[in-house]
């Protein structure tokens, strides 16, 4: 079940990103499908808690091919796809070694390395997807706002696992 919410999180994140405007919060610039990426470091957390690191990266592996095939068929450019794939390799392998490396609680853990993925996942995004330098859908003034926006909204999602993780039995 963890492996099928994990990959569902990420295709239910390209499907919200590609059927809905982003948000504007402020300055900051929000894809709708931020909000289960910031879920999916969770899931991802837990996979690797149940399977290990080495099952985790085929996983991961899985999740990469499908998250770039239901993008690519949602309509995304091929550069978009491809920004997509290299910041989920980065953003999920950082993610999976500060989880493997970190000591201490669970919910520790999940929150530590969640919100270095998701730091990675936001920065990365942006400058090689959204940014000039990749398919030049947002300007360079707005960048910081758009990778900063999503930075908050996977910390805060990361924050909410952290606590449905410490409150419950859930996933223990």
């Known amino acids: 079940m963890r492996i099928f919410l994990y990959i569902a999180g990420i295709i239910i994140a390209n499907v919200a990103t590609a059927s809905f405007a982003p948000i504007t919060l402020w300055k900051f610039i929000v894809p709708m499908g931020t909000f289960f990426i910031g879920a999916t470091f969770v899931l991802r957390d837990l996979v690797q808690k149940k399977y290990g690191r080495k099952n985790t990266y085929l996983i991961i592996v899985l999740a990469l091919a499908l998250s770039a095939l239901s ?5 995304d450019t091929l550069w978009i796809v491809f920004a997509s794939a290299i910041t989920f390799v980065f953003s999920e392998a ?6 493997t490396r970190l000591k201490g609680s669970l919910q520790k853990k999940v929150l530590v390395s969640g919100t270095v993925g998701g730091i990675i996942d936001s920065g990365l995004f942006v400058l090689i ?3 000039p330098l990749g398919a030049g859908v947002i300007p360079w003034n ?15 999602m990361q924050f909410i696992g952290y606590l449905i993780i410490k409150n419950t ?3 223990k």
């Open 71 to 75: 993008s690519w068929l949602l309509g």
């Open 129 to 131: 997807g959204l940014s």
């Open 169 to 171: 039995r859930i996933l």
């Open 94 to 99: 950082f993610d999976t070694e500060v989880f």
């Open 142 to 156: 707005v960048v910081p706002y758009a990778i900063l926006g999503q930075v908050i909204v996977k910390t805060v």
